[in-house]
């Protein structure tokens, strides 16, 4: 009778073995989990307000958000409520221009939606679905031919 042969790689074998969770293990992550999430939403608002010197989200400005395919945006109020369309939230139809275009002009006519560029009139590239101007580095070249931004690509 022969014998088996033995396993070379014996030294890499991890036996599996069945660890019990309890109920209190199981809650414990929850909490835990939920104060890492309201930490890091505070750390969020806090450098929003830091940073932001614009107000983005106004009732004095023009455009109102609506998407072709009827799926909502949900943006983040001032006082740290999500709104929806609904809501009728209204964003800024023209953003402060910044003082210099990446391409040196010193003349820019409008930001990149995306990545909120300067661009001056050369730089900018409308996009053939959502109807926004974007930078070059914010493009595709859809299947079509036609140029798209990286947000209508998908």
Known sequence: MATKRSNPFIEDFMPQSKV???????????DRLKK???????????GAK??????LISNQTI?????????????IGKDGCLLSNS???????QPTPMSQCSCGNTKTE?????????????????????EKYYCSQCSLI?????????????
């Open 87 to 93: 809501d009728e939230i209204q964003v800024q139809a």
């Open 20 to 30: 019990h969770v309890g109920l209190k293990q199981f809650n414990n992550n929850e």
């Open 50 to 55: 830091k940073s932001s010197n614009i107000d």
């Open 110 to 130: 409008g930001n990149c939606t995306y990545c909120e560029r300067g661009l001056c009139i050369t730089c900018q590239h409308f996009c053939a679905r959502c």
């Open 142 to 154: 859809g299947s079509e031919g036609s140029e798209i931004c990286v947000s209508c690509y998908g």
């Open 63 to 75: 455009a109102t958000i609506y998407k072709k395919d009827g799926m909502k945006q949900l943006v």
């Open 36 to 46: 890492v999430y309201e930490k890091t939403l505070d750390l969020l608002f806090k």
